[in-house]
């Protein structure tokens, strides 16, 4: 039974991260298909090709390691982006007058219309807003995606309200006056909508006083407190324990999706700007290995509750990572998608793009740093998931 575990345990993580990454290429595919641009492959995983077929003139494929994947468009590889750049060069001295065209020569400088006859479909020869749409296509559909899943899990589980339910003795919240049935409205001026946003809060806590407004008999009161470690937990405390669930109707099924879509984007700003200021611990970081390791421990952690639960677990998971793929990939660093829309805002405000072998030149550093942090990540999830306990 333990041998099958892993194995569904195993095939669960990979069906969360194929959905996750198609969902985010699917975008990216869907727009270049809509504004002309040639999609040379569709491909999930790395390494060998295990599975592959040709459709349309785009070449889909399965390959061995299924850790990530790519929507490859004509023009968009390094080799092109140089070559597009040197038609530019060339073009642009026959037009200043420093090429002529020599009749004895086997060499013809190109002209514009000879250069064009085989740019059909490529990405770098597309409108400019064809390709800002295209880019930002997969972070939006990883979006849509983590509204797809939040409202299934509205219509599934139950949704627990922001009131304090119990106010554990001698914690913060009791020496600043809160009792039990008080319903936390902010902290420190951050709305809270559902009990999961003072979890979050005292997960991202880093220190300081916390002003807590809070409503008692369709009363609101304010105070002020500051959260006390708790060393069972291992985090930052404000000192209640909630047991009170909302009842849903109607469009309310709507409200409350945008709140856990908001918890989770509200999670991974926090954790990337406490990341940023070398507020988290190695122990906190996870690549596809950690992932995993969730995945299997929340599946022996649930599966005797049943099926359902089992599910509702594993769409909590998959939530989290498509909405961290979708923001993350968004950052201005070279080779994301935030990079690319870097170059492509540039040469909206410029009137004229970066020369494409010099964008290459920055996306290929990218590609490098991103390959160096695999490595580190790598490493880093085996040390934490075998050799911390």
Not at 110 to 117: D, F, L, M, N, W
Not at 287 to 300: F, I, L, M
Request: aromatic share 12%; net charge negative.
């Amino acid at each position: 039974m333990e041998i099958w575990s892993r194995v569904i345990s195993i095939l669960l993580f990979l069906l969360i991260f194929c959905v996750v990454v198609v969902s985010h290429e699917f975008g990216h595919f869907l727009i270049a298909k809509a504004n002309g641009i040639k999609v040379v492959e569709f491909y999930i995983g790395f390494g060998p090709k295990l599975i592959h077929w040709k459709k349309n003139g785009t070449e889909y494929s399965i390959r061995l390691l299924p850790l990530g994947g790519a929507c490859v468009f004509e023009g968009m590889d390094a080799a092109s982006m140089a070559e597009e750049s040197e038609k530019k060069k060339l073009k642009d001295k026959a037009e200043a007058g420093f090429i002529e065209e020599d009749e004895g020569s086997d060499e013809v400088v190109e002209t514009e219309e000879s250069s064009a006859k085989d740019d059909s479909g490529s990405f770098i020869k597309a409108s400019v807003w064809s390709r800002f749409a295209t880019v930002v296509a997969g972070p939006l559909f990883n979006i849509i995606l983590g509204f797809i899943i939040a409202f299934i899990m509205v219509c599934n589980v139950a949704i627990r309200d922001p009131i304090a339910t119990e106010v554990i003795p001698g914690g913060a919240a009791e020496a600043a006056g809160i009792e039990a049935g008080d319903r936390m409205i902010s902290l420190n001026g951050q709305k809270v909508c559902l009990y999961e946003d003072i979890v979050l809060f005292n997960a991202l806590y880093t220190g300081g006083e916390v002003e807590v407004v809070y409503e008692r008999n369709g009363e609101q009161f304010t105070t002020v407190l500051v959260p006390q470690y708790d060393e069972t937990e291992q985090r930052y405390l404000i000192g209640i324990s909630n047991g009170t669930f909302i009842e849903i109707h109607g469009l309310q099924y709507i409200k409350y999706t945008w709140y856990e879509m908001r918890y989770n984007l509200k999670a991974t700003y926090g954790s990337l700007w406490k990341l940023i200021r070398g507020k988290v611990k190695s122990t906190e970081i996870a690549g596809p290995v950690g992932v995993a390791n969730v995945v299997s421990e929340t599946y022996e952690s649930t599966k005797e509750y049943g099926a359902g639960t089992v599910a509702v677990n594993m769409l909590n998971i998959a939530l989290m990572l498509t909405v961290n793929l979708g923001i993350l990939n968004l950052l201005p660093i070279p080779a994301l998608d935030g990079g690319r829309l870097i170059f492509i805002i540039l040469e909206m405000l410029r009137g004229k793009p970066v020369p494409p072998d010099k964008e290459a030149i920055v996306h290929f550093v990218g590609v490098i740093f991103f390959l160096i942090l695999i490595v580190f990540i790598f490493f880093n999830d085996i040390r934490n998931v075998f050799f911390i306990k």
